[in-house]
């Protein structure tokens, strides 16, 4: 059975201590109510999974709690009881939304059964809006070669049980391959959970991942199940894995070789069955070498890498990119399609995008939005100032530097040209071209990536 966080309102001090008792005893959460008025502020103030509300109670009775739950745009279940009950209160209920009726004196296997249920509607209803919210959003999109053969590791690791790592630079869409691993895989109907391990701070991140139990520590007000646990029978996807601390890799470890988690203040070990999926932007085998990363943890999760190509390497997918992100973005907004002419794509194709699809899509939104008929390289040119300055047009100089621009374009154009040259000059041996510009080896990768120059395209170095 699911944890639940449960409301329970009836004035009788005997049925909420029975019911709470025996919601605990199955490992449910239970706060008690006496009165209508007091269950309305307590649902506005904070999420509960269930309201189990008696009918007749002095005051507002329950009926009139659940019209005012309704209005105030609480959409909890509620589940309605009475010892006085009869077809017309039972029929009112139903119309005002409840979602079940219990006659008293309450079973304790109807009500656990009844609450099951309840939880069960409630997370379909949620897959449901989250699909329909989804629909085209986590798509892989691809007709080009260099994708083909992701797509090919893809589904050669999807159905199995393998722990993936996918390596990639920030907005490469990570997050949709781990996506696409689980909705192939035989967990696709269980919990999807993500957690970007850079997002969270240093000092709640222990308590999203494992959980925490009502009063462990300062401002822990409630149970807190974790992601582990969220994503039971299902795929966690730690993002940005390369963040974590050390700390916090050795619990992680030790969760994967259990399969067991035990939450912050917790006294019993809670077993897991998740299929976990990593990403990151980093070098995991130098963070290994720099003492950064536990080399247990990484022969842990790297077990089948995949690599991500950031977008400059696969300009033949930017058509179709483009013509999706359109028809998704017009869809979502209500607008009327707009075409992009082949100039407008081709000058799109251009363009360095060191932010990825991500970047890609946030430009076409933007260009999307100032267009007037259809998209051509002229409005190209006024929403991406960038566009204008491509170093393989007609203004460009000898050092790959174009005369139009912003500054900040001319002088990364600068900057990249004189990186390649160092690079070729050095035979492509990055340590001794990072020494020759004076930088550290870290820096000069951070660099290359800021610039949109490919690494992984280089020969392997000797001795570096």
């Not at 304790?108 to 409630?122: D, F, Q, Y």
């Not at 629909?135 to 159905?159: N, P, S, Y």
């Not at 899509?361 to 051509?376: C, I, T, W, Y």
């Amino acid at each position: 059975m699911s944890h639940a966080d449960i409301l329970i309102v009836d004035d009788e001090a005997n049925t909420l201590a029975s019911l709470s008792r025996a919601f605990r005893l199955a490992g449910h959460e239970a706060t008690v109510c006496d009165n209508a008025a007091r269950a309305l502020e307590l649902a506005k103030s904070r999420p509960f999974d269930l309201v189990l509300s008696d009918v007749v109670m002095p005051g507002r009775d329950g009926l009139t709690l659940l019209e005012d739950l309704r209005a105030s745009g609480i959409t909890t279940p509620v589940v309605m009881m009475s010892g006085q009950a009869h077809i017309e209160m039972a029929v009112r209920a139903t119309r005002l939304g409840a979602i079940d009726f219990l006659e008293k004196p309450l079973s304790t296997e109807k009500l656990l059964l009844t609450v099951e249920n309840a939880l069960k509607l409630r997370r379909l209803e949620s897959e449901n809006r989250d699909l329909r919210r989804r629909v085209g959003k986590h798509e892989l999109v691809w007709t080009g070669e260099t994708m083909r053969r992701v797509m090919a590791q893809i589904d050669r690791v999807a159905a199995s049980e393998t722990r993936v790592c996918i390596y990639g630079e920030t907005g490469t869409g990570k997050e949709l391959v781990a996506r696409t691993l689980h909705e192939k895989s035989a967990r696709a109907a269980a919990p999807f959970v993500t957690l970007n391990c850079a997002a969270i701070p240093a000092d709640l991140i222990e308590s999203e991942l494992f959980g925490h139990e009502k009063g462990s520590f300062t401002g822990a007000a409630q149970r807190h199940i974790g992601k582990f646990e969220q994503a039971h029978r299902g795929t966690l996807f730690l993002d940005e894995i390369g963040d974590m601390s050390l700390v916090l890799q050795t619990r992680l470890l030790r969760v994967l070789e259990e399969s067991e988690v035990e939450r912050i203040g917790g006294d019993k070990p809670v077993a897991v069955d998740v299929r976990v999926i990593v990403a990151t932007h980093r070098n995991l085998e130098e963070m290994v070498e720099a003492s950064t990363f536990r080399r247990d943890l990484y022969h842990r999760v790297v077990v089948f890498p995949i690599m991500l190509p950031p977008l400059r390497s696969r300009r033949e997918d930017i058509p179709a990119l483009v013509e999706h992100f359109a028809r998704q973005i017009c869809a979502q907004n209500g607008w009327k399609p707009v075409s992009f002419a082949p100039e407008a794509v081709e000058a799109l194709q251009e363009l360095p995008w060191r932010g990825n699809i991500r970047e890609l899509r946030n430009a076409v939104e933007r260009l999307l939005l100032m267009a007037e008929g259809s998209v051509d390289r002229r409005a190209i040119e006024m929403a991406l100032p960038g566009a204008a300055g491509v170093s393989s047009g007609p203004c460009a100089d000898s050092t790959g530097v174009s005369g139009a621009g912003p500054l900040a374009s001319r002088v990364a154009g600068f900057e990249r040209a004189t990186l390649l040259a160092e690079l070729e000059r050095n035979h492509r041996h990055v340590t001794n071209t990072a020494k020759a510009l004076g930088l550290e080896r870290s820096h000069f990768y951070k660099k290359c990536q800021q610039l949109g120059i490919d690494l992984n395209h280089l020969p392997k170095e000797s001795g570096a």
